[in-house]
């Protein structure tokens, strides 16, 4: 499949990030000092919304226990056994795209 807006760039302020829904799945997309990343919503513990959470240092902070995942990878900074799915992201002007 190809690539799907999701919002803009000016949406999502550096540090945070924003849920969007792709083919019925929540996405966190994040924005991490200008650089732009996709990542599954969920945490593996407890379900709380990476959407919501920080980031920085390409790592997102859920922000329900702390529980923190590399952006690249999306493996769980304390146990690399979990991991939650990417997805590729292109930026096309002021708009961010996510591979569908």
Do not use: R
């Not at 379900?47 to 702390?66: A, R």
């Not at 979990?82 to 002021?94: D, F």
């Amino acid at each position: 499949m190809g690539f799907v807006k999701v919002c803009s760039k000016s949406e999502i302020k550096s540090g945070s990030g924003k849920v969007v829904e792709v083919n019925g799945n929540e996405v966190a997309v994040l924005n991490d000092n200008g650089k732009f990343f996709a990542i599954e919503n969920n945490c593996a513990h407890m379900q709380g919304h990476l959407g919501e959470g920080s980031c920085e240092n390409e790592k997102v902070t859920c922000p329900w226990h702390g529980w923190s995942y590399d952006l690249k990878t999306g493996k769980n900074t304390f146990n690399e056994n979990v991991k939650l799915k990417i997805y590729e992201v292109k930026i096309q002007g002021n708009d961010v795209l996510i591979k569908a």
